[in-house]
Structure formats: structure tokens, C-alpha cells
């Protein structure tokens, strides 16, 4: 099952039964002239299974939250990144 794309066909921030509703109501535009409103979440320009796919593992969801998510350090990493820049200040001022 993919997870990719956005099931979010209404905007609202949130993958919901409404959302669904909109991909039920234009199932089976094969033309490739669907847009997101319309049930497309791959963009393919198609509301076929493979939408349906991916509103079920996004249902419940914000998947323009969960996309952005993994761009933000975790507060270990900045720790870890802080403490090496500081010995390796302190042992460049020793070796001088």
C-alpha cells in the first residue's frame, strides 16, 4: 500500500470520511483529467484503487503534517552536534 501522494481532497487538513465521499462520487475517471478535488491523490490525473489506497493509510490523518515532519532535528542530534563543535574548538585551542 502506498502512502505517497495526498488523500486530503478537501483541503481541510485532515484525510476523513469526506474525503472519501469525494473519491467515491468520481471512482473510475480513467481520462487523466481528475484533479486532488476530485479523488486523484497520486496525481496522476486518474481516481482509480490506487487512490483508494492511499486515503486508506492516510485516513485520520494530516499528510501535509507528516510530510514536513522528518525536516525538523531531533533535539539529541543538535546536542550531540553542539558538544563535538565544542571539543573540537577546545582541541584546536591546545594544540596552538
Known amino acids: 500500500v502506498s502512502t ?3 488523500a486530503d481532497f478537501d483541503g481541510d487538513g485532515l ?3 469526506q474525503d472519501f465521499l469525494a473519491w467515491q462520487s468520481n471512482y ?3 481520462d487523466g483529467t481528475a484533479l486532488q478535488v476530485d479523488g486523484d491523490a497520486d496525481n496522476d490525473g486518474n481516481v482509480t484503487d ?3 489506497a492511499i486515503w486508506e493509510a492516510q485516513h485520520g490523518t ?5 510530510a514536513s515532519s522528518g525536516a ?4 539529541a542530534s ?3 552536534l553542539a558538544l563535538a563543535a565544542a571539543l573540537l574548538a577546545g582541541r584546536r585551542h591546545r594544540e596552538d
Open 28 to 30: 473510475e475517471i480513467t
Open 50 to 52: 490506487a487512490d483508494l
Open 4 to 6: 505517497g501522494g495526498n
Open 15 to 17: 484525510v476523513t470520511g
Open 78 to 80: 543538535l546536542s550531540l
Open 72 to 75: 525538523v532535528p531531533e533535539p
Open 62 to 66: 494530516n499528510p501535509n503534517a507528516a
